[in-house]
């Protein structure tokens, strides 16, 4: 497990974790971690939270009512790795219903109600659509991730989601005569979709 790939550190001790810490590792014979990364704060209205303040917000009461996925994907959605980010209840729920249940949520109940209404379920391989294809970068999506950018990495994923979606509306597969080539297409699309976003 050492030398850490990547020590997160939060700003607050950036003195101890970049100047003392090393020493003691270097003194005793280890390893410097390989990369630091230095994660801002979550504020309120701006302010850094505090007990004293009394503007602490409970994290397992956030869970409890929304689910810890989609607290996770509003964190990263929502607020740029390395900065300071201003969380809100509302911004949460505004991310859950127009991105999570409308964009995703909407393109997975429709397609799978489409395929199992036309085809009973049963969808055949069929050729990719290189149109669809060329939208996926696998690759801007891992550049990404891999620098921390992951509200970037997110975008590339909604942009993709988003195209999924065009892609059925312009396509209409359940008036079109090669239905089962374009929910092969969609369908694919979302389970590439549910790995990506598995993080």
């Known amino acids: ?12 001790i950036l003195r101890f974790h970049c100047v003392i810490w090393p020493g003691m590792l270097l003194s005793a014979g280890y390893e410097l971690p390989k990369q630091l990364f230095v994660h801002g704060f ?21 869970v409890e009512n929304y689910g ?9 959605r ?8 201003d969380f809100s209840e509302a911004s949460l729920k505004k991310r859950m219903n127009n991105e999570l249940a409308n964009d995703l949520g909407n393109l997975v109940s429709r397609s799978l109600t489409i395929a199992e209404k036309s085809l009973k379920g ?3 391989k069929a050729a990719i659509d290189k149109n669809l294809e060329k939208k996926f970068s696998l690759e801007k ?3 990404k991730m891999d620098s921390f950018q992951l509200h970037h990495a997110i975008d590339e994923i909604w942009k993709f989601i ?3 979606n065009r892609y059925i509306n312009e396509k209409e597969p359940w ?7 374009i929910l092969y297409n969609v369908l694919e699309s979302i389970r590439i979709i549910a790995t990506i976003i598995t993080p």
Not at 42 to 62: A, E, H
Not at 78 to 85: K, L, M, S
Not at 175 to 181: L, W
């Open 162 to 164: 988003n195209d999924v």
């Open 175 to 181: 008036k079109a005569e090669n239905k089962e080539e």
């Open 1 to 12: 497990w050492w030398p850490a790939s990547v020590h997160l550190l939060g700003k607050d």
């Open 68 to 76: 810890v996925d989609p607290l996770r994907y509003f964190l990263m």
């Open 122 to 124: 049963h969808v055949k």
């Open 78 to 85: 929502e607020i740029p790795f390395g900065e300071d980010g």
């Open 141 to 143: 999506i891992e550049e």
């Open 42 to 62: 979550l504020t309120i209205d701006g302010q850094k939270m505090s007990k004293t303040l009394g503007n602490v917000i409970n994290p397992l009461r956030l």
